[in-house]
């Protein structure tokens, strides 16, 4: 019935289609970021019997942020001891 009230007001008010459009890429985009970084982030360990710290397995070059803004990962140098 929502759904069936929602269409009908979007034929009478089509300045109303826009906003559904843009509140549907909001949700969608948010959805999609949030199983990114709980895919992806190596902070997040979903198989803690065979890998319980991810993090350490990461090298100077690896990236993990979603967006880097003025670093090149590539040619980052190690600085600490290995564990």
Not at 65 to 81: I, R, W
Request: hydrophobic residues 35%; positive net charge.
């Amino acid at each position: 019935n929502m759904l069936c009230q929602l269409i009908t007001q979007s034929k009478k008010h089509l300045s109303l289609i826009p906003r559904f459009v843009f509140s549907g890429a909001r949700g969608t985009g948010a959805a999609l970021y949030l199983s990114c970084l709980a895919l992806f982030n190596p902070d997040v360990s979903w198989d803690r019997k065979n890998n319980p710290e991810p993090w350490n397995k990461l090298g100077p070059n690896d990236q993990y942020k979603f967006y880097s803004v003025n670093v090149d990962y590539s040619k980052l140098k190690k600085e600490g001891p290995d564990f």
